[in-house]
């Protein structure tokens, strides 16, 4: 918007300042000659550290319209980038709830601090807000005082009307990420009773025609009667039946190449016969985060039509023990051909991927990218902060990094050697589902490489640790994180 900042009527105005440079310059230098000096005061009185992650709040008493001014740090200038705009921005908003704010402005931090365009300066300030600003309140019966946004209104004030453009361009665009993960998360949310594997494709349905994307969905015994095995297996103990969800964006483009995200859709993992302890079992309604990524990448790419096509397969299934669930030692075939022995019931996860996969490459996908919740071991290896990538494909695998790092969601890569492969012999099938303890990871993500097709690019991420926060941090929010929404969507877009 336009506008003066200082006449802007609103509950609070943010405004941002760096460690290392600590002189109100800009909008801030503005503000703290309408404010008396205030803010050089608290620079001096060593209250302003410009810290990220750090907020002073002002009260202005009538002196410029805002009741407030919040002071956000962002931390050292040279280390200043996207993610640091996305998290001072998700402190700022943090800070202005518990202040009750209902009317926010904020200023644009100057891009060229930051070596970063001013519409991806607008676009970060935008994601940072909206997904700090969250909250999964629709279970909660008391509507007034729970709403899913706190905030009423955000408004980024620039005072340079040639600025105006790209700014808004780049709030067009940050709406569209965070709205997608703000959707992915209210499903990772959804408790699995509510969020069966068909109204998870019901959801995807909804999706599809709001965005103009195709759909298709095999359901049931339509899955096995494809030949695809391995998945019908996991989800036959349920009273469920596991729905294969295959949304289609198309570029238009002649002799585009296909890029298909394939998303482990596990609405509930119990563990099946192989049962969870109890203890943290209610968890394994967020097994579905990679299928939700799928859901929420798809929404963006139908609003950003790049120049490439897209298949988002997510295998929707609940793995349960009954008298029809899969027994450790059984064998099924897959869609590729191959045989696998269930060892283990709860390692699901690659069984349902390994059709799902073995069904892109059948679709004619060039590239794919798979994204799951699959091991345990992913949270012993790397943590909460890191996801797991692995793949055949040397540059792909650096696109996808890249991609992560403009998304502000990091990845490390694991070691594909051969000799991995061998823990996943079987006695008398092809392959067996579990390689034990040593390497889970990256036995997990092998697993599911032996049903990509030769000549097709692949990539594994697991997001076993990233998918789900205990803590509110900035623009995250306790519970479901969204994560990988934002970068698959951000990887399709270098394939234009
Ligand atoms: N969904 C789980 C993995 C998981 C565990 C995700 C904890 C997030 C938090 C997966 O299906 C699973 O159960 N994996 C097993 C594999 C093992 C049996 C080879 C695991 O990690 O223990
Ligand atoms: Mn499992
Ligand atoms: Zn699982």
Known sequence: ??????????????????????????????LDQYLENIVSQLIGEGEIKGKLGETTIIHTYGKIGAKKVIIVGMGEKEKCNLETIRLAAGYGIRTAQKINARIIATEV??????????????????????????????LKTKKNSYSNYAIEKLLLIENEPAKIEKINSGIEIGCIYAWAVNMARDLVNSPANQL????????????????????????????????????????????????????????GKENANTIALVGKGLTFDS??????????????????????????????????KPQVNVLGIIGAVENMPSGKATKPGDVYKGLAGKTVEIINTDAEGRLVLAD?????????????????????????????????????????????????KNSGEK??????????????????????????R?????????????????????????IAGTAWTEKDKSYLVKGATGFGVRTLANLVKTFE
């Open 1 to 30: 918007m336009n506008e003066d900042f200082t006449k802007v009527n609103c509950d609070c105005i943010l405004s941002y300042i760096f460690s290392d440079k600590l002189k109100p310059t800009g909008t801030l230098k503005i």
């Open 109 to 138: 931090p100057n891009s060229s601090d930051i070596a970063a365009s001013l519409e991806l300066v607008a676009q970060a300030i935008t994601e940072g807000s909206l997904l700090a600003n969250y909250k999964f309140t629709k």
């Open 196 to 251: 069966t594997p068909s109204a998870f494709a019901d959801k995807a349905k909804e999706v599809a025609v709001q965005y103009g994307l195709d759909i298709d969905i095999l359901s049931g015994e339509k899955i096995k009667e494809e030949k695809m095995e391995l998945m019908y297996s996991v989800g036959q103990g349920s009273e469920h039946p596991p729905q294969l969800i295959t949304l289609k964006y198309n570029s």
């Open 271 to 304: 563990g099946g016969i192989s049962l969870k302890p109890a203890e943290r079992m209610h968890e394994m309604k967020n097994d579905m985060a990679g299928g939700a990524a799928v859901l929420g990448a798809m929404q963006v790419i139908a609003q950003l």
């Open 356 to 404: 799902a996969v073995a069904y892109a490459c059948k679709l004619g996908a060039s590239t794919v990218i798979d994204i799951a919740t699959l091991t345990g071991a992913c949270l012993i290896a790397l943590g909460k902060n890191y996801s797991a990538l692995i793949g055949n494909d040397e540059k792909l695998i650096k696109q996808v990094i890249q991609a992560g």
């Open 411 to 436: 990845f490390w890569c694991l070691p594909n050697d051969e000799e991995f492969k061998e823990l996943l012999k079987s006695d008398i099938a092809d392959l067996k589902n579990t390689g034990g």
């Open 438 to 462: 040593y390497a889970g990871t990256i036995t997990g993500g092998l697993f599911i490489g032996e049903f990509i097709s030769p000549q097709v690019s692949w990539v594994h991420l697991d």
